[in-house]
């Protein structure tokens, strides 16, 4: 089976506090672009990779695909990480599943104009993606998800589920919000002397404003975290995004919006079914999150020498 990994790589960089799209801020000196290339070809289940990239920056990623290239066939970037073919990871079959796999040399790698939004992007992706029997679709967000993440998901779409999403269970508590109006006080009139007594009271000083109110806290055991790559049978996918832009074409701003391609999937009726994640495959979206992933590059770092 022929596999194509979409790479979205078209987010903004302002809440990382960059002025660049995200997929090219560095971690331990590489773009998340470039790691998470790293993982897609180490993962060895793509045949293709197709970048969609802002059309401003297609250079700059087709000039990340080249370093990407030098450092395989210079044996750089090789070796297993974070999870890789010697691990037992639980909830998936491991790498040696695949009885062949794509060697680094083997792999197309396109890069293609993003487009205004995500739906868009992916789309033109898979336009150039050719006919592939199974599509992933990965945030270069989540740049430092372990190869064997990359195994499960493709053996689950490979064994005939049409569409597959790692995730991880809740661990916070977790409430629903509700916007209230509700009266906030006045903080000054905090040192004002009180009036003189009345023969009716005030009533209580302050204003109305709309605050968040929680209601009951949620399941947490039945919810998960959905990471990427999210896989699917190429067809299902297909018909999915025509199904969105149909409901897009005939319903304008009416049109439920799209977060991810999972959940357009979901409404043709499709089961999406799930299997494990990984810590590691956070989404680098805050300032914090890139003090995390710099931790967790230089471990691997450290761990790899040889894949520097």
Do not use: N, W
Request: charged share 25%; proline share 7%; net charge negative.
């Amino acid at each position: 089976m022929s596999t194509c990994v979409i790479v979205p790589a078209a987010g903004s960089g302002t809440r990382l506090g960059h002025t660049e799209p995200k997929a090219f801020v560095q971690v331990d000196g590489r773009t998340l672009l470039a790691h998470s290339l790293d993982a897609i070809i180490t993962s060895g289940v793509a045949t293709t990779i197709v970048v969609a990239a802002p059309e401003v920056f297609v250079s700059l990623a087709e000039a990340e695909v080249a370093e990407v290239r030098r450092r395989f066939a210079g044996g750089g970037g090789s070796g297993r990480v974070g999870g890789g073919a010697e691990a037992d990871v639980s909830g998936g079959s491991g790498a040696g599943a695949h009885e062949s796999r794509v060697r680094p040399g083997q792999v197309e790698i396109i890069v293609v104009p993003g487009c205004a939004d995500r739906v868009e992007s992916v789309e033109a992706a898979l336009t150039a993606a050719g006919d592939p029997d199974i599509v992933l679709v990965h945030d270069a967000a989540r740049a430092l998800t372990p190869p064997a993440v990359f195994d499960r998901v493709t053996d689950a779409v490979s064994s005939g589920a049409e569409a597959v999403v790692p995730v991880l269970p809740m661990i916070d508590t977790v409430r629903r919000a509700e916007e209230s109006p509700r009266r906030i006080p006045l903080d000054d009139d905090a040192d004002l002397e009180p009036d003189p007594p009345r023969e009716q009271p005030d009533p209580p000083r302050g204003h109305a404003a709309e605050v968040e109110v929680l209601r009951g806290d949620l399941d947490r055991g039945s919810l998960r975290r959905v990471q990427t790559p999210q896989g699917f049978a190429a067809e299902t996918l297909r018909r999915a995004h025509a199904s969105y832009r149909e409901e897009v074409r005939t319903l304008g701003a009416g049109a439920r919006e799209a977060t991810d391609d999972a959940g357009l999937v979901e409404r043709l009726g499709v089961d999406v079914v799930a299997v494990a994640g990984d810590e590691e495959s956070l989404k680098i979206t805050y300032p914090l999150d890139l003090v995390l992933a710099e931790h967790i590059a230089r471990e691997r770092g450290r761990s790899h020498p040889a894949s520097r």
